[in-house]
């Protein structure tokens, strides 16, 4: 047989259009996109104070206690998790829906809504829009699953879209207003009932997180030891939290104390461990463009330490509740 005309043929085929369901090239353009959004995101923040402490653009500091801080900060952490984790993954799956584009817009006001300045009742009205745009996401991500052949399987739900991530928006959501609640002037002043309802609102959000890193983690095969401690440190602080907070003492607030703080470490180093599994790929970090979208998420974890605010949020309260 004579193969000489191949080549030819072969090159003078037309090269295949892109289409929406094929893989996005462009990977540095919307971690481009990502950062501008959180950066944008984090200075409106962060401008709304200013050196001398004196209010910016009509911003009242926080009137309350600590744990309003801390709270609105956890608040802030998850979103800015969502804000850079659906901008990459809903960026994988080239925005095949455009309602895709709503989660990191919605993590966007969240960050700006628990952070900024701005009248209280706007704020919350953002904050609970944030809320539920998490819950809608999480019908998405369910439907996601469903729809594929075999329905809820363990092969889908360890490819097709995370079902909790959307969670998170929830969380955030729901974390700022409570920070807003704490600001609030004029609001009823810290107590056991406020400390122990976001005590074991913060304990189920744990749980819930656990779960969704424990199923994508048995997809790795917990090949790596160290993916064991998301799965082992923030259970534990979990129920010494919900102890602490439903019998509350200094023995058992000081041990959930130390584990919450064990977790938010763990999910600052979950970052390096992440970044770590994205060298792994093949060409490491020299192919950064794409192995950071197809590796571990790098801004996953930070989700934990964000988690662990809140929950030392409610430990703060305790203190002052028992001061009263």
Known sequence: MNFVGLPRLATSMPRPRLRRSDPPTDTAGALLWVG??????ATAGFLSRGSSGRPLLGYRPFSRSTAAQKVAWG?????????????LEHFRGNYFNRAMYIAPAAASVSIVAALGKGN????????????????????F????????????????????????????LVLSGVFGLQALSLEEPGAAGPDRTRA?????FTTSAIVGTVGEVALLHFRGAFQNPAMLLPVTIPPAAAA??????????????T???????????????????????????????????????VGPPLSAPPSFAGLALAGLAALTLLPEARRR
């Open 120 to 139: 209280i009742s706007v704020r919350r009205f953002a904050l609970a829009a944030v809320a539920g745009v998490g819950v809608v996401g999480l019908g």
């Open 240 to 253: 010494a939290l919900a102890a602490a907070v439903a019998r509350p003492s200094r023995q058992r607030e």
């Open 36 to 41: 501008a959004a959180l950066v944008g995101a």
């Open 196 to 200: 122990r309802r976001l005590g074991l």
């Open 75 to 87: 608040s802030a952490l998850l979103s800015a998790s969502v804000l850079t984790d659906a901008g």
């Open 141 to 168: 991500h369910l439907y996601n699953i469903l729809k594929r052949p075999g329905g809820i399987s363990w092969h889908n739900l360890f490819y097709a879209a995370p079902f909790g991530a959307p969670g998170a």
């Open 255 to 293: 041990l959930a104390r130390s584990l919450l703080g064990a977790m938010a470490v763990m999910g600052v180093a979950g970052v390096g461990f992440h970044a770590f599994g994205v060298g792994r790929n093949m060409g490491g970090w020299r192919n950064w463009t794409q192995n950071i979208v």
